[in-house]
């Protein structure tokens, strides 16, 4: 409890922007619900055929797996709030819409009748008679479609929205249960102080129902449009992949930034989702910066022949990654670090020992013994699973993992061979063993900002000061960092700070 408390003291500024983002989201996607299923359920309330068939649609939107719908998104909106909120959108649609024509469906004919009989109009029926009487089936609709639109926004941390999906995110990459309760317990205390407000509602009139829904919205509307209306200065928005090592030089890349220029407005978004996410993020201008390595370039990011990717140096990486991606993609590939991050296929000390395994290639003598846990993009790239089984001919039982869950399922014998990187602070702790590459299948992976040539040409003061990372942080640096974020807890941005200074890339205070 101590742990919980002093880490809620330490991120409590970090909870009140996600939350206040998860609201954001929320309330956006309730709304363009309401709006779309309301009028649907009055127009087809005498159209059964028709209800039946918007009904049935609804339920099968329903039925869609939430990070399929994010996927498929993705390619058409980018990433970031719209994805996320048509997604909420789609899951929100069924409740209102059924409440509300259930709502209607059940108004005693003799009052419709009646309100015929004194010469209502539509308009006046409508708003005098049904809504009111239907008001409170129609805000249980809601209501339930509000608890359903909180707990699914925890995704849309997943796709750079932020929210407290972040805080769970974060908590399961440090492995740190104190965040990852955080995120939970404010995203369940969220969903229930909603779901009392809407019963709320239920038990007064329309009209004060009406204008607290629009005082929500328009004070959702006031305080995220308007900044970015007036707002004159350019945000410098920066991403990283998931876990420490992304977040710490995505800190190292703002530090650097406000050296040459303190005014400067960067934002961060760390956790942003895997390399295609940030690589559409980046194209479509929702973030201007992200550190990504050549290995990635010319394996995923680029298309090149084969008897071109099989370069064997860490230079001549680079210089196919820089000069391919601003061929192909207009972007441009900054100086790289020192540092070699790439993939390791890790096995316990213990299994290493009694089977007299250092390579790859030795794993063919316990093939049928191996059970492996790898992350989603490993198992699906060609220098990374799916390379393993064509270079080395291995074909063993794998399942996917999240990228920190398959250190603890390793550790705990669930599994006993896994991906990670050279840098890992894991392969120290649990004293584990990075098997040789003797067949040369994962190329060299060195990190470096990637951004447009655009913004780089634009800004070269910011291309500068990034640069001056070219050729700094070794792998053991790296992994002890890892280790500080990780293991003692400390904060990316302050582990980013403390090697800056050490290293005279910064000055002044902390």
Do not use: C
């Not at 707002?231 to 040459?260: R, V």
């Amino acid at each position: 409890m101590t742990e919980f408390l002093s880490t809620l003291a330490a991120k409590r500024s970090d909870l009140l922007t996600a939350i206040f983002q998860h609201i954001e989201i929320s309330i956006w996607a309730l709304v363009i619900a309401m709006v779309i299923a309301i009028p649907l359920a009055f127009y087809s309330q005498r159209k059964p055929k028709l209800a039946t068939v918007l009904s049935q649609i609804a339920g099968v939107f329903q039925t869609i797996p939430s990070l399929a719908v994010l996927g498929l998104l993705i390619p058409i909106v980018g990433i970031g709030e719209v994805p996320a909120v048509i997604a909420l959108v789609i899951y929100a649609i069924l409740p209102i819409f059924q409440n509300t024509y259930v709502g209607i469906h059940s108004i005693d004919p003799q009052v419709e009748e009646a309100a015929d009989a004194f010469g209502m109009t539509k308009w006046q029926k409508l708003s005098r008679v049904e809504i009111p009487i239907a008001m409170p089936v129609i805000m249980t609709g809601i209501r339930q479609a509000m608890v359903m639109i909180i707990g699914t926004a925890t995704l849309a941390a997943l796709i750079g929205s932020g929210g407290l999906g972040t805080f769970i995110l974060l908590g399961i990459s440090r492995n740190d249960n104190s965040i990852t309760l955080i995120g939970a317990i404010a995203a369940a205390v969220l969903a229930v102080l909603f779901s009392l407000l809407i019963s709320v509602l239920q038990k007064v009139r329309v009209r004060y129902s009406l204008i607290t829904l629009a005082v929500l919205f328009f004070g959702v509307v006031g305080t995220t449009v308007y900044p970015k209306v007036v707002a004159p200065a350019e945000t410098i928005t920066i991403a990283g992949k998931m876990g420490s090592e992304p977040d710490i030089l995505i800190n190292m890349y703002k530090q650097l930034i406000h050296e040459e220029n303190p005014r400067a407005k960067v934002v961060l978004k760390s956790n942003f989702g895997q390399t295609s996410f940030l690589f559409n993020a980046l194209k479509t201008n929702q973030i201007q910066i992200y550190p990504e390595f050549s290995g990635t370039v010319i394996q995923s990011l680029v298309k090149l022949p084969k008897s071109q990717i099989n370069v064997t140096t860490p230079a001549a990486t680079y210089q196919l990654a820089k000069k391919s991606i601003s061929d192909q993609a207009k972007m441009s590939f900054l100086k790289p670090m020192k540092y070699n991050n790439t993939y390791a296929l890790v096995v316990k000390q213990a299994f290493a020992k009694k089977y007299n395994i250092k390579t790859i290639s030795d794993l063919r003598r316990v093939e049928n013994k191996l059970h492996g846990g790898f992350d989603l993009e490993f198992l699906d790239r060609n220098d990374g699973f799916r390379g393993i089984k064509k270079l080395y001919g291995l074909n063993f039982k794998t399942q996917s993992m999240d990228p920190d869950l398959r250190y603890e399922a390793l550790r705990d014998g669930k599994i006993n061979i896994a991906d990670g990187y050279s840098t890992d602070f894991q392969i120290q702790k649990y004293k584990l063993v990075a098997l040789r590459d003797d067949k040369n299948l994962f190329p060299t992976y060195q990190g470096a900002p990637l951004m447009k040539t655009s913004f780089a040409k634009k800004n070269p003061e910011i291309v500068k000061q990034l640069n001056k990372l070219a050729g700094k942080i070794t792998e053991t640096q790296m992994q002890k960092m890892n280790y500080e974020v990780n293991v003692n807890k400390k904060s990316a941005a302050s582990v980013a700070r403390n090697y800056l200074k050490i290293h005279h890339l910064i000055g002044g205070a902390d």
